[in-house]
């Protein structure tokens, strides 16, 4: 399939605009900062391209790009002259002593393991050419939005069905995720707008883009928080080989690869600052997180833990033990007279009682253990061929590099994160009424993906110091000699 030169403007264009904002906002030069720029302005541009949508092309869908491409462009002109201006002020990276020499078998191994990679992605991409939006909340959830709104001509109020209902005159249309953000779809109007058709598969290529992004983004971070290229190509390969992403890439539609995505960026960033504050990272870590509800109403849930570490973190100790005194309070008082609420980004007011959460655009769901379902988190980490042995490696390596947690705090900081992330699903899963999800093994292993980037992030981090010659020669002087009879 051939693209036309609209369609190619369409790509060329968001691409070129993520990566001059993000060199404009992120311009030290470094290990991997090349990577690292392409990588998440790929994904950054994406979304910059649907947020230029929403904001011109509402009355006019079908000629998007029409209306969106003069001020995509006035903005790129104006992020790459900036990130021009800085990056020349920005200090050169130190000289390296010494050239990274690897031996000709791990080269042929990082050779094959690129290869490998590359074969899956043009598997992935031939998967999205050749089928239509296929998976059931890609349609239903998010694809509904964007088709509707193309084919109409114009954006159009998505509601409640009741409300629908009560003004069956007005142009309004509903669905079972009327309340879902719409990003994804304005993305996704763009894309239809350049082919001059809802064509599915041209609307659907984001998400190969986005796969490459996510690659290229972790590589990049991963060289500038002190990996050699070796061992971040091999937390690459663990990354880009994981089934489950693979099939969230040749399915397209989901937003969860996005949330992913997004999180992993935003963690990446914000653990540049904790080893090197840099204040830029920072700044893009806070984009990254507020961004996440803009993409699924699951978002909200990752930034307000994402939050609450972040800003324990910089709590004193004495300030952070009365912290700690009064959450357990408050989780006291709760649980005795069910009075908790949260606030969270698009989700509203959520109350959280004794025996009921009651979340707004959800519903009500009755705490209560599922046995069974627990069952179904524990196959869904460590028995289906989902994840390949990740779940199996996190808690190995954990416990062979744990004086790295003592010396390093982005890794207990890290580590705190994802503990909570985890602690976070088991409870939606095990002792809610989302335990049917877990039982028929649907939306537990989508949510799980949402903090997989992180894991292999902790992965990566805890062997980026690992000597494996000395390694290899405390071994081999350990082992007892041969006896030559």
């Not at 264009?13 to 690292?36: D, E, H, N, S, T």
């Not at 720029?37 to 929403?54: N, S």
């Not at 200090?91 to 990274?100: C, L, V």
């Not at 690129?114 to 031939?126: K, M, P």
């Amino acid at each position: 399939m051939t693209l036309s030169v609209t369609q190619w403007l369409a790509w060329v264009l968001p691409i070129a605009a993520g990566v001059a904002a993000y060199l404009a906002l992120c311009p030290q030069r470094g290990a991997g900062w090349r990577v690292a720029a392409l990588g998440q302005g790929i994904v950054f541009g994406l979304l910059l391209a649907a947020a230029a949508t929403a904001l011109f092309a509402r009355a006019d869908t079908q000629h998007a790009l029409a209306h969106v491409v003069p001020w995509l462009a006035l903005f790129a002109l104006c992020a790459g002259t900036l990130a021009w201006k800085r990056i020349r002020r920005s200090p050169r990276p130190a000289a390296a002593g010494e050239a990274e020499i690897a031996n000709k078998w791990i080269s042929i191994l990082c050779g094959l393991s690129l290869a490998s990679l590359t074969w899956r992605g043009w598997l992935a991409l031939r998967e999205i050419l050749l089928r239509p939006t296929f998976p059931w909340d890609a349609w239903d959830a998010w694809a509904v939005k964007s088709k509707t709104w193309f084919l109409l001509g114009h954006y159009a109020p998505f509601v409640s069905v009741q409300d629908w209902l009560a003004r069956p005159t007005a142009d309004l249309f509903t669905g079972p995720a009327w309340s879902y953000p719409a990003t994804l779809g304005w993305m996704q109007v763009w894309f239809a707008s350049a082919a001059g058709d809802w064509i599915e598969p041209l609307v659907n290529l984001p998400w190969f883009a986005l796969w490459v992004g996510l690659l290229l983004g972790h590589y990049g971070q991963w060289r500038a928080l002190g990996l050699s290229r070796v061992r971040a190509l091999v937390f690459v390969y663990i990354l880009g080989s994981l089934p489950l992403i693979a099939v969230h890439v040749a399915l397209a539609g989901y937003a969860d690869l996005w949330i992913a995505t997004i999180f992993g960026f935003g963690v990446l960033a914000w653990l540049r600052w904790i080893e090197r504050r840099e204040r830029s990272q920072l700044a893009l870590a806070a984009i990254c997180v507020l961004s996440l509800p803009l993409i699924k109403l699951e978002g909200a849930v990752w930034l307000l833990l994402f939050v609450g570490v972040a800003g324990f973190g910089l709590l004193s100790r004495r300030f952070r033990r009365r912290i700690v005194a009064t959450i357990a309070a408050v989780a006291i008082v709760a649980g005795l007279f069910g009075v908790l609420a949260l606030p969270l980004p698009g989700l509203g007011w959520v109350h959280i009682g004794a025996t009921t959460i009651d979340i707004p655009v959800i519903g009500k769901l009755a705490i209560a253990w599922h046995g069974a379902a627990f069952g179904g988190v524990l196959v869904a980490l460590f028995a289906q061929p989902n994840w390949h042995l990740l779940w199996w490696l996190l808690p190995l390596i954990v416990v062979w590099r744990w004086q790295e947690l003592r010396e390093h705090e982005s890794l207990r900081r890290l580590g705190a994160l994802l503990l909570l992330g985890l602690g976070f699903l088991l409870f939606l899963f095990v002792f809610t009424d989302a335990a049917r999800w877990a039982e028929s093994f649907t939306a537990v292993n989508r949510l799980i993906l949402h903090i997989v980037p992180i894991t292999v992030t902790m992965l990566a981090l805890f062997c980026r110091n690992v000597d494996f010659a000395a390694l290899r020669d405390t071994t081999s002087a350990s082992a007892p000699p041969l006896d030559r009879a």
